[in-house]
C-alpha cells in the first residue's frame, strides 16, 4: 500500500462512520457522463504512477489516477498501443476514469471493448477494504469476473485504485478508404465487411461519406485495399482522432447528444435527427429533438437501447431503464459490495 492509497482508504473509513456519501472524482474530463451526485468529494489523481510494464509480458499495470497519455507514450515507445483506442475527452484523462465509464473508441467491434482488456485490478470497497481481483496474466476462473465487473459501473462499486491491462502491438500499416454514399449502403457495406476475412479495424459513416481503416501487416493491408471500394484519405490518423475525441462538425451543435446502440445491421431508425455512425453501425449518434420516450420506444423495437450521452437537463435520466429482473441483480451487487450505498450515489441510476 502507498501512501495515497492510504489516504484514499482513511477517507472511505470516515465517510462510514458518518454515513457521508462520497463523489469519486478524478481529473473531471469525465464528468459530464452519468448522472450529477451529490457527497463529499474523493480524488484519486494524486494515486498515479505506472506500477509495472514490461513490453515483453504485453501486460501494463497503473495506478487509477495515472494520466492516458502517460501510459499511450509508454506503449508506444515500445511499439504498443490501448487496442479499445479511448476516447480522453481531454489532456488530463486518466486510467480510472477511462474504465469506470466504460469508453472505448473506433476499433471496439474489432479488436474488443476496455472490459475485454482487464486483467485484474485493486479496489476499496464500501467497507473500505483493500481488495485485488485477477492478476496480470489471462486466465479461467470459475465465479465473478469482479475486476471486469467495475469497467462501466461509473464509481459505484468502489474507488479503483490499479488495474492491469492486456496490450497489443501497433499495426504495421494502415491505410483509410473512403466513399460517399447513403446511410442504407453504408449500413449495408459496413456489416457486410464484419463478415469478411479483411483486417478492418474501424468503419463509420459521417452523414456523406463511408469511411473504412483497415491495419495490419503491410502485405495485408496491400490485399485488402483492392477489394474494399473506395479513395484513399489524406491524414487519416487525424480523422479517426477527431472522431474519437467527438471533435468532428457533427459533436460541435448544443443540444442533446443520444447513444444509441443496435445490432450493426439494423436499418435507417425512423428518428428525426442528425446522425452519425460508428463501430460498424452498432454505435450511433443522434441530435434530435424528439421525445426522449419515443427515441427509447423506436430503439428498444429494434432490440437495443440508448443512453443521453450529453445534456444540459439535470433531471433527465441518463441511461437506458433497467427490466426490473436485472435491476434487482444490480442492487444485489451493488449492497454486496456497498452496503451502506456511499460511492457515487445515483451516478448510474437516480434510485440506486
Known amino acids: 500500500m502507498n501512501d495515497h492509497s492510504a489516504i484514499l482508504q482513511q477517507q472511505v473509513l470516515d465517510a462510514l462512520n458518518t454515513e457521508t456519501p462520497l463523489n469519486i472524482t478524478g481529473s473531471g474530463s469525465k464528468s459530464f457522463l452519468g448522472n450529477p451526485t451529490d457527497g463529499q468529494t474523493i480524488n484519486v489523481c494524486p494515486h498515479r504512477g505506472i506500477v509495472h510494464y514490461d ?35 481531454s489532456d488530463s484523462a486518466t486510467l480510472g476514469g477511462t474504465l469506470a465509464c466504460a469508453l472505448s473508441g473506433p476499433r471496439r467491434p474489432y479488436s474488443g471493448s476496455a472490459r475485454d482488456f482487464v486483467l485484474g485490478c485493486q479496489i476499496l470497497n464500501g467497507r473500505g477494504e483493500i481488495l485485488r481481483f485477477g492478476g496480470q496474466v489471462m486466465k479461467n476462473v470459475a465465479g465473478y469476473d469482479v475486476s471486469r465487473l467495475m469497467v462501466g459501473a461509473f464509481g459505484t462499486l468502489g474507488v479503483l485504485l490499479d488495474f492491469s491491462l492486456k496490450v497489443l502491438p501497433c499495426p504495421a500499416a494502415s491505410v483509410t478508404v473512403t466513399r460517399e454514399c447513403s446511410a442504407s449502403e453504408a449500413i449495408g457495406n459496413m456489416s457486410a465487411l464484419l463478415g469478411k476475412p479483411y483486417p478492418v479495424d474501424a468503419a463509420c459513416y459521417d452523414g456523406r461519406n463511408c469511411h473504412v481503416r483497415i491495419s495490419g501487416s503491410a502485405q495485408a493491408v496491400k490485399e485488402a485495399r483492392t477489394k474494399i471500394r473506395g479513395d484513399v484519405m489524406p491524414h ?36 428525426e435527427g442528425s446522425w452519425l455512425l460508428d463501430w460498424g453501425g452498432a454505435q450511433r449518434w443522434l441530435r434530435s429533438n424528439e421525445d426522449l420516450a419515443k427515441i427509447r420506444h423506436c430503439v428498444e423495437s429494434e432490440g437495443g437501447h440508448v443512453s443521453v450521452f450529453r445534456s444540459d437537463d439535470p433531471l433527465i435520466d441518463k441511461f437506458h431503464p433497467l427490466p426490473p429482473h436485472l435491476f434487482v441483480l444490480h442492487q444485489t451487487l451493488k449492497s454486496s459490495i456497498d452496503p451502506k450505498n456511499i460511492f457515487n450515489r445515483g451516478r448510474l441510476y437516480k434510485n440506486l
Open 236 to 271: 487519416a490518423e487525424a480523422f479517426w482522432a477527431a472522431l474519437r475525441e467527438h471533435e468532428l462538425p457533427f459533436f460541435e451543435h448544443s443540444g442533446t447528444l443520444y447513444r444509441v446502440m443496435v445490432k450493426p445491421a439494423t436499418p435507417c431508425l425512423p428518428l
Open 55 to 89: 513490453p515483453r509480458e504485453l501486460v501494463i499495470t497503473a495506478r487509477s489516477g495515472t494520466p492516458l497519455g502517460e501510459i499511450e507514450a509508454a506503449l508506444a515507445e515500445a511499439g504498443q498501443m490501448l487496442a479499445f483506442e479511448p476516447p480522453h475527452f
